[in-house]
């Protein structure tokens, strides 16, 4: 219709500057002619086809012409068709404008707009009236319709059908005050089996080794939890639950450390590794990245290093649970400046002869 409409236009102009010379006689019989070859088509034609462009150029021109004199015309279509074409391309114009124009309330700011997905997102349980609720203690004045209106323009669906507790949320909110122990072996080259006993905290990530022997026995596991808890309560920290295997070395006296210290003990299942998923994935973490690399000679050796990838782990290694930081190590800042981008200094830093690797900025 774009193309169409242009050149009906400038073919019908020229029609037009063609019949300026021609008199007033000529002009009538050419329109007799033409009158009576529209009768013609007309017995053999039902009902003509006629396109969007044709329906606007025979709208605009006759539309100003009385209805009475319209339906002395010999038209294709009856003079009430002529009148609602050009009562649509009105319709469609003022539509336009009014478009353009953005009639009725602003548009909600974009910064507002995030703040309310962030307040749903954050809170399942918060419905739009808690939302503007919120809004309007933080200064912010927004309608509780508008509110709804950007919760349901995002597919965020009402309160009650979000506020769902999920196994991640529920274990989140409880990752504080977990405390998860295992053992798990290394061999040396002469073939010796060393077990080693390590404990890591749900909350952040952190790791203990308390140590590695040849023959743990429960007495030695016993000393090893209490040495646990003085390094706890030196850290301040505060564990309500231990979750630990059903190994025999666990004896009563092992449980007594800590249910003395309020902390309750949780076994795992049988043959169930994913209770304690965590700790699971920090041994395999240790064998990927060091035990799997490297030749143990004996259990000194050994027992340094463990050192090293405590170290390594707790204050360098960047965890996805923890949002690319370590357990001792905060998040790093983002570089913004343009000029330092363009001139990094990154330092290498060797571990166990280039086993691990630490990259940090230069002083």
Known sequence: MLLRLPYLAVSNVFALIRLLPMSDADKDIEILTLRHQLAVLQRQVVRPRVTPADRAFLAAPLHQLPRARLRMLHLIVSPDTILRWHRNLIRRRHARISRRKRPGRPATRRAIQALILR????????????????????????????????????????????????????????????????????????????????????????????GATAHPTAAWVTQAARNLMMDLQDAGATVTHLIRDRDSKYTRAFDAVFT????????????????????????????????????????????????????????????????????????????????????????????????????????
């Open 260 to 363: 003395a210290e309020g902390i309750g003990v949780v076994t795992t299942g049988i043959r169930v590794p994913r209770m304690n998923s965590i700790m699971e994935r920090w041994e395999q973490t240790c064998r990927h990245e060091l035990l799997d690399r490297t030749l143990i000679w004996n259990q000194a050796h050994l027992l340094h290093a463990l050192r090293e990838i405590e170290s390594f782990y707790n204050e360098h290694k960047p965890h996805r649970a923890l949002n690319s930081a370590a357990p001792l190590r905060p998040v790093p800042e983002l570089i913004r400046d343009p000029d330092r981008l363009d001139r990094l200094d990154v330092h290498l830093r060797d571990r166990l002869g280039g086993i691990l690797h630490e990259y940090a900025h230069a002083a």
């Open 119 to 210: 307040l749903a997102r954050e809170n399942c349980g918060w419905g739009y009236r808690r939302i503007h609720g919120e809004l309007a203690a933080l200064g912010i004045k927004v309608a509780p319709s508008t509110a709804w209106e950007i919760l349901q323009a995002h597919g965020i669906d009402p309160a009650p059908e979000r506020d769902r507790q999920t196994w991640a949320a529920f274990l989140r909110g409880q990752a504080h005050a977990i405390l998860a122990c295992d053992f798990f072996t290394a061999t040396t080259l002469n073939g010796a089996t060393v077990y080693i006993y390590a404990v890591i905290e749900h909350t952040n990530r952190r790791v203990r080794i308390l």
